[in-house]
């Protein structure tokens, strides 16, 4: 006999939404959720299966035995099995032991709301309550106003099983991120942090990018109480919390979603829209009700539970196309004939809809790589509803041209202008990630053609470039101090290499970025329109130099911008300006503080010989392999 009292945490309405798909707060009612019931204290336990035949809790507490707590299937053809469990409290660990109806098969799954889950490679969930005090108050009061698209914006990507390793080269912890972690982001001026996948997943060489715990922070370092202490830690210091999530697909471990009942629940049944071959994983049903409410839930739990301040939402592309990495007949049109996925494309407009709806000051970022039109426009207006888009183009192009011999640069200066023919079609993030520093693509520092001295003026250059042009901006970690190997998920980064004075440079001017960004109104108030950007002239390509004009709303703020591509110091300039009055420099790639030679600009006179379609005109030294910033 079963030891499951009929409990339920679910009301009619609950239900009604649920298979609607508008049930945004499910993390509340599935899963395990410590109760009382008739002065008992136990575990409620909740679980969608609606093939199954028969559903069980097991578990130390009962030995594992399929047969101790079966629980109870509501009526309401909810497909959700329930049941009170007396005297399981916080810490057991518990899996779903399901008999499906399809012949009979039997799987035994991981809790797919559980909010924390046992460390790898073990597999089961752990019945938990994540208590804690919220200090971030203030931060949350006017978020909105940090967090805003007219604000600076600059954000330091991490691993966290990479960043640093402790003595004995374990992983740090979250209560040690929090302190070291968290005073380095400072330091070094970033405004927001964005962790890559800490959701629960069971294989390291993913990355994250493959959950099996997608309401669980990692048990790697440590628990989901101390998970919160970090993201608390670094509102108090005024820095965002931005997550990777992934609701582009998931993997076929045992204990996760895939076949969860015995059937196709989560996935799509038919391969070609549910299986992904490029990262052999499976493909959510981006069709099915429940299957919506339960993405749309765990997005808004991270909001919710854990304070965060926005999504980057992983491999936007390969959600939006029927066609995303397949050949010819591998894939079926859509009704209406073309490649567009009309189901997820509908999900992801309801899921920012939900997002911004519910809460205020938050972003969702799209790693999108495709044109697909209006990604960040609004949904009311035909978009997709993002609040920012990666610009791989941009990414690609430029990384492109640095990667040239100084020599050659002048016949591509199109690499570097043309993104400025398309950088105002939507809110862009210019990210160098992670993706950009593996798999034989070496290091930021190492892309860079030259000798050693070239390389690092060519990635101040680059640091310099990025921050002046239009959009907000995103580094990976290492590469804010030149470091030299390809990340390695396994290895903590090359701090050591801080005793050098090129590297120690290269972290200091990146520094000095971030807080000029963060004190320039012109840098960041007009970052998504064309008012807040004006050439004096891109057509210089013999000398492989830019110049133009960064805007905000105040004209006293405007920057002039010049940087010069080549090793050869381009001495006597001359830029026109577009107004009179008293002009200085305010940063110089060049300064021999970050590992430059000194070729700075200490006076700078206005001329009346016109230049460049202005009256006025100034003359300055743009070093070599340099840029200059004037105000």
Same mark, same amino acid.
């Given at each position: 006999?079963?030891?499951?009292?009929?409990?339920? &945490?679910?009301?009619?309405?609950?239900? #009604?939404?649920?298979?609607?798909?508008?049930?945004?707060?499910?993390?509340?009612?599935?899963?395990?959720?410590?109760?009382?019931?008739?002065?008992?204290?136990?575990?409620?336990?909740?679980?969608?299966?609606?093939?199954?035949?028969?559903?069980?809790?097991?578990?130390?507490?009962?030995?594992?035995?399929?047969?101790?707590?079966?629980?109870?299937?509501?009526?309401?053809?909810?497909?959700?099995?329930?049941?009170?469990?007396?005297?399981?409290?916080?810490?057991?660990?518990?899996?779903?032991?399901?008999?499906?109806?399809?012949?009979?098969?039997?799987?035994?799954?991981?809790?797919?709301?559980?909010?924390?889950?046992?460390?790898?490679?073990?597999?089961?969930?752990?019945?938990?309550?994540? +208590?804690?005090?919220?200090?971030?108050?203030?931060?949350?009061?006017?978020?909105?106003?940090?967090?805003?698209?007219?604000?600076?914006?600059?954000?330091?990507?991490?691993?966290?099983?990479?960043?640093?390793?402790?003595?004995?080269?374990?992983?740090?912890?979250?209560?040690?991120?929090?302190?070291? &972690?968290?005073?380095?982001?400072?330091?070094?001026?970033?405004?927001?942090?964005?962790?890559?996948?800490?959701?629960?997943?069971?294989?390291?060489?993913?990355?994250?990018?493959?959950?099996?715990?997608?309401?669980?922070p990692t048990s790697r370092f440590g628990s989901p109480e101390e998970f919160k202490l970090l993201v608390d830690t670094f509102h108090q210091n005024d820095i965002g919390v931005i997550l990777d999530w992934v609701p582009s697909h998931f993997p076929e471990d045992a204990h996760g979603l895939g076949f969860f009942d015995g059937s196709h629940l989560y996935e799509h049944p038919d391969r070609k829209k549910g299986y992904h071959t490029d990262w052999k994983s499976l493909i959510f049903n981006y069709g099915r009700n429940e299957v919506r409410a339960f993405l749309i839930s765990n997005a808004l739990f991270w909001l919710d539970e854990f304070h965060v301040d926005g999504l980057r939402v992983d491999a936007v592309a390969s959600m939006l196309y029927l066609d995303y990495s397949r050949e010819e007949g591998e894939w079926e049109p859509n009704i209406y004939g073309n490649n567009e996925n009309l189901e997820a494309i509908s999900f992801i407009r309801e899921l920012n809809e939900a997002v911004y709806s519910?809460?205020?000051?938050?972003?969702?970022?799209?790693?999108?790589?495709?044109?697909?039109?209006?990604?960040?426009?609004?949904?009311?207006?035909?978009?997709?509803?993002?609040?920012?888009?990666?610009?791989?183009?941009?990414?690609?192009?430029?990384?492109?041209?640095?990667?040239?011999?100084?020599?050659?640069?002048?016949?591509?200066?199109?690499?570097?202008?043309?993104?400025?023919?398309?950088?105002?079609?939507?809110?862009?993030?210019?990210?160098?990630?992670?993706?950009?520093?593996?798999?034989?693509?070496?290091?930021?520092?190492?892309?860079?053609?030259?000798?050693?001295?070239?390389?690092?003026?060519?990635?101040?250059?680059?640091?310099?470039?990025?921050?002046?042009?239009?959009?907000?901006?995103?580094?990976?970690?290492?590469?804010?101090?030149?470091?030299?190997?390809?990340?390695?998920?396994?290895?903590?980064?090359?701090?050591? &290499?801080?005793?050098?004075?090129?590297?120690?440079?290269?972290?200091?001017?990146?520094?000095?970025?971030?807080?000029?960004?963060?004190? #320039?109104?012109?840098?960041?108030?007009?970052?998504?329109?064309?008012?807040?950007?004006?050439?004096?002239?891109?057509? +210089?390509?013999?000398?492989?130099?830019?110049?133009?004009?960064?805007?905000?709303?105040?004209?006293?703020?405007?920057?002039?911008?010049?940087?010069?591509?080549?090793?050869?110091?381009?001495?006597?300039?001359?830029?026109?300006?577009?107004?009179?009055?008293?002009?200085?420099?305010?940063?110089?790639?060049?300064?021999?503080?970050?590992?430059?030679?000194?070729?700075?600009?200490?006076?700078?006179?206005? #001329?009346?010989?016109?230049?460049?379609?202005?009256?006025?005109?100034?003359?300055?030294?743009?070093?070599?392999?340099?840029?200059?910033?004037?105000?």
């Amino acid at each position: 006999m079963s030891n499951v009292t009929v409990h339920s &945490l679910f009301s009619d309405f609950d239900i #009604s939404l649920f298979k609607s798909g508008k049930h945004y707060r499910l993390y509340e009612k599935l899963g395990s959720h410590i109760v009382e019931v008739d002065g008992v204290e136990g575990t409620y336990f909740a679980v969608w299966a609606p093939t199954a035949k028969s559903v069980s809790v097991v578990g130390n507490f009962n030995g594992w035995n399929v047969d101790e707590h079966k629980l109870n299937v509501r009526w309401d053809s909810s497909g959700i099995w329930e049941g009170f469990i007396p005297n399981v409290g916080k810490g057991e660990i518990y899996k779903y032991k399901i008999q499906s109806n399809n012949n009979d098969i039997w799987t035994e799954k991981a809790d797919p709301f559980a909010r924390y889950c046992e460390q790898p490679p073990k597999t089961a969930s752990i019945v938990w309550t994540a +208590d804690h005090r919220w200090n971030d108050k203030a931060w949350m009061g006017y978020r909105k106003d940090k967090n805003g698209l007219d604000k600076p914006y600059s954000v330091y990507e991490v691993h966290l099983g990479s960043w640093k390793k402790n003595a004995e080269n374990k992983f740090l912890t979250y209560k040690e991120f929090a302190n070291d &972690l968290v005073s380095y982001v400072k330091e070094m001026g970033y405004t927001h942090v964005e962790f890559m996948p800490i959701m629960e997943y069971p294989y390291d060489p993913s990355w994250g990018y493959q959950l099996t715990g997608y309401f669980a922070p990692t048990s790697r370092f440590g628990s989901p109480e101390e998970f919160k202490l970090l993201v608390d830690t670094f509102h108090q210091n005024d820095i965002g919390v931005i997550l990777d999530w992934v609701p582009s697909h998931f993997p076929e471990d045992a204990h996760g979603l895939g076949f969860f009942d015995g059937s196709h629940l989560y996935e799509h049944p038919d391969r070609k829209k549910g299986y992904h071959t490029d990262w052999k994983s499976l493909i959510f049903n981006y069709g099915r009700n429940e299957v919506r409410a339960f993405l749309i839930s765990n997005a808004l739990f991270w909001l919710d539970e854990f304070h965060v301040d926005g999504l980057r939402v992983d491999a936007v592309a390969s959600m939006l196309y029927l066609d995303y990495s397949r050949e010819e007949g591998e894939w079926e049109p859509n009704i209406y004939g073309n490649n567009e996925n009309l189901e997820a494309i509908s999900f992801i407009r309801e899921l920012n809809e939900a997002v911004y709806s519910n809460y205020d000051g938050v972003q969702t970022i799209a790693e999108e790589s495709t044109a697909f039109s209006g990604v960040t426009r609004a949904v009311e207006y035909g978009g997709l509803g993002f609040g920012m888009k990666w610009m791989m183009g941009w990414m690609h192009d430029t990384l492109k041209y640095f990667k040239k011999e100084s020599i050659y640069r002048r016949h591509h200066q199109n690499d570097l202008t043309f993104s400025l023919t398309y950088a105002f079609t939507e809110h862009f993030m210019l990210p160098f990630s992670h993706d950009e520093v593996v798999y034989g693509k070496q290091s930021l520092v190492y892309r860079m053609p030259g000798d050693e001295w070239q390389r690092f003026a060519n990635l101040r250059l680059l640091f310099g470039y990025m921050f002046t042009h239009p959009g907000t901006k995103l580094t990976f970690m290492g590469g804010e101090f030149g470091q030299t190997s390809e990340w390695n998920f396994e290895q903590s980064l090359d701090w050591h &290499l801080l005793q050098y004075d090129g590297h120690a440079g290269i972290q200091d001017f990146v520094k000095d970025l971030n807080h000029l960004y963060k004190n #320039s109104p012109a840098l960041y108030e007009k970052q998504f329109s064309p008012e807040g950007f004006q050439w004096i002239d891109y057509s +210089d390509h013999e000398n492989s130099i830019l110049t133009y004009v960064r805007k905000g709303h105040n004209p006293e703020n405007d920057l002039i911008i010049a940087c010069n591509f080549t090793p050869v110091p381009r001495e006597n300039y001359r830029i026109g300006i577009p107004k009179k009055g008293k002009i200085k420099e305010i940063l110089n790639s060049d300064d021999k503080k970050y590992g430059g030679g000194g070729n700075l600009n200490s006076s700078i006179k206005t #001329s009346t010989q016109s230049s460049h379609g202005h009256k006025k005109s100034i003359e300055i030294t743009i070093p070599p392999l340099g840029i200059v910033i004037l105000k």
